[in-house]
């Protein structure tokens, strides 16, 4: 691996103090902002992760902030997912598209009341696609990026660290829901909800100054948890199955294709950019669609580029994200494949840099 | 300097297996792409480009298309610089801005033909407030990234080296303008520009098959030219005061600030999005602006953030860039100064993460 050159326009966080402290050994950029990615290896990282309690640094989880008396409609014009029922204290994972129904972003939207929002972003700068629409439809409200940093909580111990440092009430919060909790007298959006299927929070830290503050109250507070410093895990997160924007898809690819339809009801989300295009795909289906791949053999490299999936000679797919799996003793990876070599068990050829691997399409990821 | 983790997120170029092959030891991240930083040493790597001839993959400069009958308006809408005297061949420094006149990204603008533009982006996501404009304001434009990789020549030799390629009609490309010169069959932009003060050229790659074989092609033609893979470099940009988007300004600065006021025809820009906000700046000038600043003192550390410009107790700016200077043997660094405190001389404190050192404005850069 290269080194990674510092920069001012590759941001720090809130929390990279704390980061570096911990003994981070790499990182990739998201948001134009540092990501870690391993602190002692990506398997012992792992191995903590599905056992303790990990505190993230995923402050490049950007928001978008919607407020104005269109932030509501501006909200539904951005994803076909009907946000009609939605309330304030709940989180959508909502698929955002362009006009021709291609993936610009998978973030999760926070809402705070009827007219503000937060949109939690995956790594493409959404601001610039939702101020555009804004302004173009001479929309009333406001779009910018405000000092919001979240912090994850994740792993099978994460209810009992919080509950330490926000009070027993963290245990009542339901999956994708919020509650405004306090911390140093300000009050914190903290929601359950986090990249990873080990369960936990994540803390919308709402000012720069009290980021330290937090990660060092969890660290002191969960020292005989074994808590300690973690990041989204690349192999965790292909176990469960866990897309990544950029990685698995990128604005080539439908909903549909991603597997996230049951996110859109295209049908009811009036207003939405992109409708007419998923109208068709919601009909007709996608012809390609994200699938569990496993590959055989040894350890596979870094996956760094797309590696072809062959039926023979003709390409039927590719393969984006991959690592060896300790617990189930294989290559997960994840995939797009064409309907033709969909299905479950599918035998095919998957084509690493330097050679040929055998490989098997899955319905369903490993967790 | 910490490790960067490979994904496919952080997309390879059409030249990536020619930068691995000559050595790149350290990327940074550029419009989700990687982009070399450093060869042989940042020193070595800045000698050499001042002297010889290097080839730079600099496909991060990623393309945004327009292409249609608005596609002349929508570019104009994009930019306080006046657009109306400008003919196919030429290429220009725009800066584009947000409503409230903030700046987006300041790229470099191609014009291929009445109805077909390039614009050659900085690192922030363009093609989303460019696709958020042409859907809002429902213009007859098509806009996307096409596979488009500049791959640029740079340094004192690069004529001779270039013309070796492309025959001698480089020589006679003007600075800025461009020539469609053919390669293998096909036929390239090659633009007299690059990110460095030591001349040079752009080369617009379209097809990533062609890449290697460009990389190759000039890699032997240059052989006695002493011909080496290069990069950007932080200490030749910095001397020439070239300013780098998301180091050295933001989408919180203007045009103004960053001392681009010339590249503003505010007036005359008909339709340009932000003209009410930047006709006031125009009038009243800006509070703030970029600077030449020396650090007094021995090399600083890598700028990874800004350093805070103070003069006693209050600050009146910051630092965002800066590097040791071998020709110049003092730390040239790039900074944003508030009016009261730019004049050329005057005498401030910079703030580093460990010390507090002795700076000095200076109003003109190195070279």
């Known amino acids: 691996m290269a080194l990674i050159s510092p920069s001012r326009r590759l941001r720090r966080t809130p929390f990279s103090d704390g980061v570096e402290a911990a003994g981070v050994s790499a990182f990739t950029v998201y948001n134009h902002m540092l990501l870690p990615t391993v602190f002692r290896s990506v398997e012992e990282d792992y191995r903590h992760l599905k056992e303790a309690v990990q505190v993230w640094d995923v402050a490049c989880e950007r928001q978008v902030e919607l407020r104005g008396p269109d932030a509501g409609r501006l909200m539904q014009m951005l994803t076909p997912r009907d946000l009609r029922s939605m309330l304030p204290g709940q989180c959508f994972y909502v698929p955002i598209v362009d006009e021709t129904g291609g993936m610009l972003n998978d973030p999760v939207a926070v809402k705070l009341a009827e007219d503000r929002w937060w949109i939690s972003i995956a790594d493409s700068d959404l601001l610039f696609w939702v101020k555009g629409l804004a302004y173009g439809f001479r929309l009333d409200v406001l779009v910018d990026e405000p000092d919001v940093s979240p912090l994850a909580v994740q792993g099978p111990k994460s209810d009992d660290l919080m509950a330490r440092v926000f009070g027993d009430q963290v245990r009542d919060i339901r999956f994708f829901r919020y509650k405004m ?111 569990a791949i496993e590959i055989h053999g040894e350890r596979v490299p870094s996956c760094d580029r797309p590696w072809p999936l062959m039926a023979g000679d003709t390409q039927v797919g590719q393969v984006t994200s991959a690592a060896w799996s300790p617990d189930f003793g294989t290559n997960v990876a994840i995939g797009m494949v064409r309907m033709t070599h969909w299905d479950e068990g599918t035998d095919l050829d998957v084509v690493l840099p330097n050679e040929v691997r055998a490989a098997q399409v899955w319905e369903t990821f490993w967790v």
Chains 1, 2 share one sequence.
């Open 181 to 291: 909790l306090d911390f140093q007298g300000r009050s914190l959006a903290v929601a359950r909800s986090g990249y990873s299927r080990q369960g936990g929070f994540e803390i919308y830290v709402e000012g720069s100054d009290l980021g330290m503050p937090l990660w060092n109250a969890l660290m002191e507070a969960g020292r005989d948890l074994d808590v300690h410093a973690g990041c989204p895990n690349l192999i965790e997160r292909i176990e469960g199955g866990l897309l990544s924007y950029g990685n698995d898809m990128t604005d080539n690819n439908t909903p549909h294709e991603c597997g996230l339809g049951k996110f859109c009801n295209t049908q009811t989300a009036i207003g939405c950019v992109g409708r007419d295009a998923l109208l068709r795909v919601a009909q007709e289906g996608p012809i390609r669609q994200i699938r």
